[in-house]
């Protein structure tokens, strides 16, 4: 499983019951870490700010297409560099999409796209999305009846509770002080030739590489690095929809102004536009496996075509209805 922002509210939306989708269901404490980590370092660094009113149902519809595009390749921006650094070739369409998403998006921020003033709201407001957090936390831990929990499949593979939440707290700690974005890097290089958030980018997937090496030519464990298009876990080699869904991916993220782990992060410091958007991220993954839009090993889903070209579609009108150089 590794890192997968998009997975990781897929399965919270599937051991909520918002779909049935048996293999991917359990609530995710790393999620919940990466948010109240924010939330720690936004507070100690005095970076709280609650802010939002900036086109809220504008944004929950894009994020729920970010996650219709992420799932359609079966991963977000940070997965597509875990894949690619465990072999795994699909990883190239999938970035390739995420930059030329992320080209279209800077054509619309040059022309002045912009969704809203983001306005100062009561600081209770912008509470609302890490009490949401915790309480999913404290469903994690008491586990009742209602919630479901995936007994095969990647839903299945999870470390301990405990475990999952102190990793999410420290890397939400540490995204949080240094702005990570995993599609902002590629906009920021493109748009203004600034690296510093590329350098992040890079140096997570040479991360990731090194221990995938490390593991399967130091250790013996093959399965860990395994080069080819075919046959890699939990992937399909659809190269044009894989290019295509990540393409929503990064247009979608570039109009959002952040990839799902800069917006969770974002609700973290109580930006309550960002908090809309993770529920739409929640939303998408529902919607995207209730209506067999999400891709499986053996392929895309039925209806996933037309639901990545109605998504650019959307997301086109957007950029141009919301930039100041009008057609």
């Not at 499983?1 to 051991?15: E, H, K, N, P």
């Not at 420290?170 to 995993?182: D, H, K, S």
């Amino acid at each position: 499983m590794g890192i997968c922002i998009a997975c990781f509210y897929r399965d919270i939306a599937g051991g909520l019951g918002l779909h049935q989708a048996t293999v991917v269901q359990y609530l995710r404490p790393e999620i919940m870490g990466f948010m109240l980590g924010a939330l720690i370092s936004a507070y100690g660094f005095g970076e709280f700010k609650a802010r939002g009113g900036s086109s809220p149902i504008v944004r929950l519809i894009l994020g729920a297409l970010f996650m219709i595009g992420a799932l359609v390749f079966l991963g977000c921006p940070v997965r597509a560099l875990i894949r690619l650094a465990g072999g795994d070739l699909n990883g190239i369409t999938a970035l390739a999409g995420v930059v030329a998403g992320a080209a279209i998006g800077i054509y619309f921020l040059r022309r002045g796209f912009n969704l809203g003033p983001s306005l100062k709201i009561p600081t209770t407001v912008g509470w609302m999305m890490p009490l949401v957090m915790l309480g999913l936390l404290l469903l994690i831990i008491f586990q009742p009846s209602f919630l479901f929990f995936s007994e095969k499949g990647p839903g299945s593979m999870h470390a301990a509770i405990w475990i999952s939440l102190l990793i999410g707290l420290f890397c939400g700690f540490l995204a949080q002080r240094t702005r990570m974005c995993f599609v902002g890097g590629w906009r920021d290089l493109i748009l203004v030739g600034d690296s510093y958030l590329f350098g992040g980018i890079a140096g997570f997937f040479i991360g990731a590489l090194a221990v995938n090496l490390t593991l399967a030519y130091g250790f013996g464990e093959a399965q860990f690095f395994n080069v080819g298009f075919v046959g890699q876990p939990v992937a399909h080699d659809n190269h044009l929809w894989n290019f295509l869904g990540m393409a929503l991916a990064g247009l979608t993220a570039t109009l959002l102004g952040g990839c799902p782990l800069r917006q969770t992060i974002l609700s973290g410091e109580g930006n309550a536009d960002a908090g809309v958007t993770v529920l739409g991220f929640i939303a998408g993954a529902a919607i995207a496996h209730n209506f067999h839009l999400a891709s499986s090993p053996e392929g895309i889903g039925d209806f996933a075509v037309w639901a990545v070209i109605i998504g650019m579609a959307f997301c086109l009108a957007t950029g141009f209805l919301f930039s100041r150089e009008k057609v």
